[in-house]
């Protein structure tokens, strides 16, 4: 194999009417093709050992007990989790779609309640200052919620 890179690099030397571009193309090119062949090569290989393993019985024992382990396995993490109290994939899904239910309500209500505090503090020139102090005037009795009910202190 040796003596081949020699040969091939002693006839790229004397061929010299050649420019440096077209034979940099063409040595990539006939690597390209190479690399195709193998890569040709290698995916035929590739689907007849894939046919012979699926074909095989020792491969289908294998792959029936490897889906009898994973059964077991799964029983018994279903039964470690109901000792514990712990709930099913079925439960947590139905929690989990609950939780996601209940955080769109909240981002709505969020919302609406931004939206109807800035309408509410939205000075309105006609209600909210006196011509003569330039101050606010308190709001009417009654006008508006408390934010919050009043907490008694114990003494």
């Known amino acids: ?40 090569k290698g995916e035929e290989k590739l689907s007849q050992l894939s046919e012979e393993i699926r074909t095989s019985a020792g491969f289908v024992k294998a792959v029936e007990g490897a889906r009898r382990g994973q059964e077991i396995v799964e029983a018994s993490l279903r039964k470690a989790a109901s000792r514990l109290d712990a709930p099913s994939q079925e439960e947590f899904r139905a929690l989990l779609s609950r939780v996601e239910v209940l955080e769109r309500q ?16 939205a000075p309105s020139s006609a209600r909210s200052r006196t011509p003569a102090s330039g101050r606010k005037q308190p709001a009417a009795a009654g006008s508006r919620k408390p934010l919050a009910k009043p907490v008694r202190r114990k003494a």
């Open 106 to 121: 909240m981002t709505r209500l969020t919302r609406a309640a931004s939206a109807s505090r800035e309408r509410n503090e």
């Open 1 to 40: 194999m040796g003596g081949r890179i020699v040969e091939c690099r002693e006839v790229v030397r004397s061929d010299d009417t050649i420019p440096r571009e077209e034979k940099s193309m063409a040595r990539n090119e006939s690597i390209r093709e190479k690399l195709e062949q193998l890569k040709e």
